[in-house]
């Protein structure tokens, strides 16, 4: 169908949000270090950071485009040993002097850093969780011994990853990070703070390994940044203040409320508004109407669409760099609101962003145009979630709306994604009003959700799908590739094999419950164990058993590459990942050769 874009001009629901920010009590709000000083409300419904440091400024562009570091991001995760303006005041002076060289060189800017600046995550300090215990009950699931020693070593890196912000003895304003109350797991190497999508993971395993006072405090966490910002953030540092990442905080509080069976009725209360608020930020910040061209009927989904015209201060250059591209400031704006989409995605980056004509070449990056299934899919199993909460609190008015929300949102998936000829969902480009037909793994996603009970879709149709793919989905050692497109700029493509992605393919695949799918779903599941398994062990006694953030799909235990930075270890979301499997399919789990 043909299908004309229409921004969204109005805000939806305001009553009812209204309502909800009126409502909070104080007791509800946890007390969060002021950071608004350095905000400026931006498009798009989030506050910009304006900070002269570590969001904009001179400083901050000769830092990183004289690429002092190898990583753009050390910098801006470096806490300042002196007050903002003592900061700007030295090094205007160092301009001064070094003016008739052209300005300092690289050796001139390092001796600048380290004289009023400590370590990229100085104000990051490691904590023992309070609830780790060295024999969780879920080692009780698993049969192979191999696995239960796997299962233990993974169990044991929470004590290498939880982190809390230390800024005590650090001027007002002089770091990056956004402080909150309670410990969070961190995702590892480079990544030196929360992370919001990855937390969907990472609470998982802590919920796996009994740690649930541990993933409240995040939940809580991300509470509050709601309260404070009116959305989550891409991570804890406030130049991800510009945009959010995929919106899995309603469903990593329903892990919790299943975990603890219901029981905590009090947090649910206390948690609930805030997941009406955040919801609500996305149906006015992140929506697109579209007009069947046939009917004339309107439809509304979500896209991710960040209001920001400058390169991400933490991949400062590598964006400036590629806006050079660029003649005209319109084509600049683009690229980098564009650029930050795919950021707030959390596919940085992939072909599924990129022009058509040119899907390998990041310069053509359109993340603003694309509509895509995985967040809509994402918005509609939290439909349901929000409708069964509000039931559960008798909030029936809520509940009915909720369902509603839901019902239409499956209307229009099935009207813009969904293809009859291989019962798959593919995205839709807003610019050349047509579907891509590639292959990437959200391309079933809404089986995840659940989107099956929905349109009466029976087993031999679901059965269908997994056999059209069963060359993509079995054929690969390592697992799933995240597409067939293969470009090494792009991480989020080719034979990169993501945590998440197996997670959801792995769920999207079992969720049907159908003879031939579970026997897919177990292949997977016994190869993707197996990577990490093996990957973990061949560094035991080198590195202490190492956990990737991504793998290779044609190799059993090898990294994956490509992207801006080099592969990480740690991981949090591989952790989550492989806990929640062990667990749940670990009397079964059948380990492969190395």
């Known amino acids: 169908m043909d299908f004309l874009n229409k921004k969204i001009q109005k805000i939806l629901f305001i009553c009812i949000l209204s309502f909800l920010i009126v409502n909070l009590t104080k007791s509800e709000i946890s007390e969060v270090k002021d950071v608004s000083k350095f905000l400026s409300v931006g498009g798009g419904g989030t506050g910009g950071c304006q900070h002269p440091i570590y969001c904009n400024g001179t400083l901050l562009k000769t830092i990183q485009l004289t ?13 300042m040993r002196t007050s903002i303006e003592n900061v700007n005041e030295l090094f205007n002076q160092l301009l001064l002097n070094t003016s008739k060289n052209g300005g300092p060189n690289k050796e001139e800017l390092a001796a600048f850093l380290s004289e009023n600046f400590y370590p990229a995550g100085y104000e990051v300090e490691p904590v023992t969780p309070v609830d780790w215990v060295p024999n969780p009950s879920f080692l009780d699931e698993i ?103 995929p919106p899995l905080f ?27 608020q955040e919801y609500q930020w996305w149906m006015t910040h992140r929506t697109t109407e579209l007009t069947n061209g046939e009917t004339g009927e309107s439809v509304i989904l979500n896209l991710y669409n960040v209001s920001n015209n400058s390169p991400r201060p933490e991949s400062y250059y590598e964006d400036f760099t590629d806006a050079q591209s660029f003649s005209s400031v319109e084509e600049k704006d683009y690229f980098y609101s564009s650029i930050a989409s795919g950021a707030e995605s959390g596919w940085d980056f992939s072909s599924r962003w990129m022009s058509p004509s040119d899907n390998t070449n990041l310069t053509t990056i359109q993340t603003v145009d694309v509509v895509p299934v995985d967040l809509n899919s994402i918005l509609y199993l939290n439909e349901k979630i929000l409708s069964s909460f509000h039931r559960t609190l008798g909030n029936n008015s809520m509940a009915v709306y909720y369902q509603a929300q839901s019902e239409s949102r499956v209307d229009a998936m099935q009207q813009v994604f969904f293809n009859e000829d291989t019962y798959q969902w593919n995205d839709y480009n807003l610019k050349t009003s047509t579907n891509n037909e590639a292959w990437y793994t959200s391309n079933i996603l809404p089986l995840f959700a659940d989107i099956q009970s929905s349109i009466d879709m029976d087993n031999q149709e679901i059965d269908l799908i997994f056999k059209s793919l069963a060359n993509v989905l079995i054929a690969y050692p390592g697992g799933v590739p995240t597409s067939l497109i293969s470009a090494q700029s792009l991480q989020w493509d080719g034979l990169n094999v993501w945590p998440p992605l197996q997670y959801w393919i792995i769920e999207s695949i079992m969720t049907p419950n ?56 740690g991981f949090g979301w591989t952790n989550g990942v492989d806990l929640y499997l062990l667990k749940k399919y670990g009397k079964s789990i059948t380990l492969n050769s190395c």
């Open 67 to 79: 690429q002092v570091f190898n990583d753009s991001k050390t910098f801006v995760d470096m806490p």
């Open 514 to 569: 159908t003879t031939f799918s579970n026997m897919i779903g177990k292949n997977l599941i016994d190869r993707w164990i197996t990577t990490n398994f093996c990957g973990w062990n061949s560094t035991l006694e080198s590195e202490g058993g190492m956990m990737f953030e991504k793998y290779n799909a044609n190799y059993i235990g090898v990294p994956g590459g490509g992207g801006e930075y080099v592969v990480q270890n």
């Open 143 to 245: 049969t192979d011994p191999n696995l239960v020693d796997f299962a233990r070593s993974i169990h044991g890196k929470w004590l290498e990853l939880t982190r809390v912000f230390n800024t005590s003895g650090l001027c007002d304003g002089c770091y990056s990070s956004i402080p909150v109350n309670n410990p969070f797991v961190i995702a590892g190497s480079r990544f030196r703070e929360f992370y919001y999508w990855d937390s969907y993971w990472i609470i998982q395993g802590l919920l796996v390994s009994d740690m649930t006072t541990t993933a409240k405090g995040m939940l809580r966490n991300f509470g509050d940044m709601i309260t404070e910002f009116g959305f989550i953030p891409n991570g804890g540092r406030i130049y991800y203040l510009n945009r959010s990442q």
């Open 250 to 276: 309603t469903q990593m509080v329903n892990k919790y409320f299943e975990a603890t069976n219901g029981s905590d009725i009090e947090f649910l209360q206390e948690i609930l508004p805030i997941l009406d």
